[in-house]
Nanobody, 124 residues
Framework: QEQLVESGGGLVQPGGSLRLSCAAS????????IGWFRQVPGRAREAIAC????????VYPDSVKARFTISRDNVNHTVSLQMDNLKPDDTAKYHC?????????????????WGQGTLVTVSS
């Protein structure tokens, strides 16, 4: 069974850091690019970052480029999103997803294969 499971969310103060993890199983992890998106109720999904099987990374929105880093571990089948200097606007549910291709084109945002998410709340 193909599965993506996120973890690592929580409550953090502005300026703090969190490291999210996406654990993959049930498919050939090394073949697929994996992305992260976030969603706030009532708002559209926002693509955050993607990493391809060669560990080439793309971070999409200018608002997080200097603060977020994505990486993958092809041995342990995980993808991590390191988030530093968090801001209240980063509050959202974060999901990992894949469009089942090895390319970071952003299409994972509309894929049918994504995890249940992990909630990040940035508040003092």
């Amino acid at each position: 069974q193909e599965q993506l499971v996120e973890s690592g969310g929580g409550l953090v103060q502005p300026g703090g850091s969190l490291r999210l993890s996406c654990a993959a199983s049930g498919f050939t992890f090394e073949r697929y690019a994996i992305g992260w998106f976030r969603q706030v109720p009532g708002r559209a999904r926002e693509a955050i970052a993607c990493v391809d099987p060669n560990d080439d990374a793309t971070v999409y929105p200018d608002s997080v480029k200097a603060r977020f880093t994505i990486s993958r571990d092809n041995v342990n089948h995980t993808v991590s999103l390191q988030m530093d200097n968090l801001k209240p606007d980063d509050t959202a549910k974060y999901h990992c997803a894949t469009d089942r291709t090895p390319y970071c084109t952003g299409r994972f945002l509309w894929s049918d294969f994504w995890g249940q998410g992990t909630l990040v709340t940035v508040s003092s």
